[in-house]
């Protein structure tokens, strides 16, 4: 009968393949339910898997994945899980990562993500059953008005009301969702439509369209790049690629230019390479940030610098930079929206990077300064000490030296993520995989994702004991589809980072962010997984090898010292400053 099913599944994506590549006039037009339509189109665009949790009102859609090998259609526990791996899938490829949730509840779980492809410029398209079209507007059972409820966190959010029209809207939402600055896009699919019949032809697959500089607006480039002194770049955002990392290296290189990257955009830059300058995030190198106000020329290239890079919009003055500013984005609506710039680029980075590269670098004599800019970071990333038995700095430098350079390391939110992003080395690109909206609960649901999608390369899961069971329940996805993760749980019995600030306002008055938690690795074998929890740093590498050795999804627990709130300084340090401030007020 598998067999069977499995052959069965193998001619309609064949007959699907044949009718994508088909000329318009030879085309086979048959009846097929809305449902059908829908997963085909997603076949015809490429889509190779679909994140969701099933619901009553999109059976026929679900029924649609019967036919088809791809794409895939993964269970996930919670729709939340679900949107974030579809957002490391968008943030992997650069095309569209698909979910799938039901009405009301399942929309509503689903927003989590949606709001992080939003800020994070990510492509992604979810789709959501609605109720049937006959009793829209009468608050139906789980109606909700997507248009409203997401109509400031997506691109662009519609209703198919027709059957026939499903391959215009899905190939709009692809267009829409891959350009100008990428982002999500919200289609609502009434059940009634889903089951309509109808004979419709597909759409042509979508291609990504790229936005190339003019030469007036590189010549100036090159003219205020030769006459600047203390010039810096800071690269991030969306629509960047390994050829473009590459071209911009080259860019970098040959004209001497320190290379900083925006909030999580570490892996945009090789990490070893002698123009990088490091991380301008939460808790930057004073020496960066330095480096950036004094600047006096800005190439900011996909970044928005948005409220992380900017320390709180504190390096950059707003509506006039001190810096010639030269912003470089896709979309022409997001430049100069808070900065104006000397000279504003409308271009997409891997087309601004292919001219970049070609330019002809003028006489400079910025070695040192290059060389300087690369040494602050160095000496900023080397190990701190903090209190307890458990150094999370040395842990993740000594993980850093033994997991290949093409490692993905994912992370969501919380003081834990400070050491991942000081203290990993990222050296190839994509192998960063952090919510720049700063949602917790991400890096479990991408990591399963980036497995799933890339089976041979070790994928590492750092999470908060709080940030863990934000989608931990996706850890149970992993194990389901056997792909193995590591998860990296580091447990110091609080939300430290809500702390953090607390102890800063309002010092030794802890109110509602202490945790009790369970036992991780007995919580990951009850999930079918591998558990070990570590108390002493030295103990770390065998506990890793064994979840390795494993081969089943792990969870390995660190216990953290709560005193270990930041590398910078422990919790009774930060406790103790902000009681002398207010006594010397
Ligand atoms: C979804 C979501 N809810 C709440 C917050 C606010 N928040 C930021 S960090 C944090 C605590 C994280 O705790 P944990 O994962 O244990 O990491 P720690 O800071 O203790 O290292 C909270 C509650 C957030 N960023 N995202
Ligand atoms: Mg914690």
Request: glycine share 8%; net charge negative.
């Amino acid at each position: 009968m598998a067999a069977l099913a499995r052959l069965r599944r193998s001619a309609k994506t064949a007959i699907i393949a044949l009718l994508s590549a088909q000329p318009e006039k030879q085309r086979i037009m048959t009846k097929r339910t809305g449902g059908h339509i829908l997963i085909q189109q997603l076949a015809i665009h490429g889509a190779e898997m679909v994140f969701g949790v099933p619901g009553e009102s999109y059976l026929e859609a679900l029924d649609g994945f019967y036919d088809v090998d791809t794409p895939r259609f993964i269970v996930c526990r919670q729709e939340g899980g679900a949107t974030m791996m579809a957002d490391a899938y968008g943030k992997l490829t650069g095309r569209p990562g698909i979910a799938f949730a039901t009405r009301g509840p399942g929309a509503t779980n689903a927003s989590a993500g949606v709001h992080i492809a939003f800020q994070d410029s990510t492509p992604m398209i979810l789709l959501i059953g609605q109720v049937g079209r006959d009793m829209i507007e009468r608050e139906a059972f789980q109606e909700i008005d997507y248009r409203r409820m997401y109509g400031q966190m997506a691109k662009w959010v519609a209703e198919i009301d027709d059957a026939s029209r499903i391959p215009e809207f899905l190939s709009r939402a692809f267009y829409t969702a891959t350009s100008g600055r990428p982002g999500p896009v919200v289609l609502a699919l009434p059940e009634d439509m889903l089951t309509d019949e109808v004979e419709t032809e597909d759409a042509l697959p979508y291609k990504r369209i790229e936005i190339g500089p003019s030469p007036e607006d590189m010549q100036r480039l090159n003219a205020m790049l030769s006459a600047a002194a203390r010039p810096i770049a800071i690269i991030g955002g969306s629509g960047w690629s390994e050829t473009a990392r590459a071209d911009f290296e080259a860019f970098a290189t040959a004209h001497d230019l320190p290379v900083a990257v925006s909030f999580r955009c570490q892996d945009y830059f090789d990490n070893r390479h002698p123009c990088y300058a490091g991380h301008a995030g939460v808790a930057t190198n004073p020496a960066l940030a330095a480096r950036i106000k004094d600047s006096d020329l800005l190439l900011t290239v996909g970044a928005r610098l948005g409220e992380m890079t900017t320390s709180g919009y504190t390096l950059i003055d707003i509506p006039r930079p001190r810096q010639k500013l030269v912003h470089v984005l896709a979309d022409p609506e997001e430049i100069g929206r808070v900065y104006a710039p000397e000279l504003g680029i409308v271009a997409s980075p891997a087309a601004f990077a292919r001219a970049a590269r070609r330019l002809t670098p003028g006489q400079s004599s910025r070695e040192a300064s290059v060389a300087e800019a690369h040494a602050a970071f160095v000496a900023h990333s080397r190990p701190t000490t903090s209190p307890g038995d458990v150094q999370l700095s040395e842990i993740v430098r000594s993980l850093r030296e033994r997991l290949p350079d093409d490692a993905i390391i994912c992370n969501g939110a919380g003081n834990y993520a400070v050491w991942v992003h000081r203290f990993w080395e990222y050296r190839r690109f994509r192998t960063q995989l952090a919510p720049t909206s700063g949602s917790m609960g991400y890096g479990v649901p991408a990591a399963v994702a980036a497995k799933l999608l890339h089976p041979k390369r070790t994928v590492v899961a750092f999470a908060g004991d709080g940030c863990f069971f934000m989608n931990g329940q996706e850890f149970l996805t992993a194990v389901q589809y056997g792909a193995p993760i590591i998860v990296i749980v580091c447990n110091n019995a609080m939300y430290g980072t809500i702390r953090m600030h607390q102890e800063r306002h309002h010092p030794g008055r802890m109110s509602g962010t202490d945790l009790v938690n369970p036992d991780f690795a007995a919580h990951a074998r009850a999930c079918g997984g591998f558990g070990a929890t570590v108390e002493h740093t030295e103990d770390f590498a065998a506990a890793f090898d064994e979840a390795q050795a494993s081969g089943l999804s792990a969870i390995i627990e660190l216990k953290i010292d709560p005193e270990a709130l930041t590398p910078a300084a422990s919790l009774s340090e930060i406790r103790r400053r902000a009681l002398e401030a207010r006594d010397a007020d």
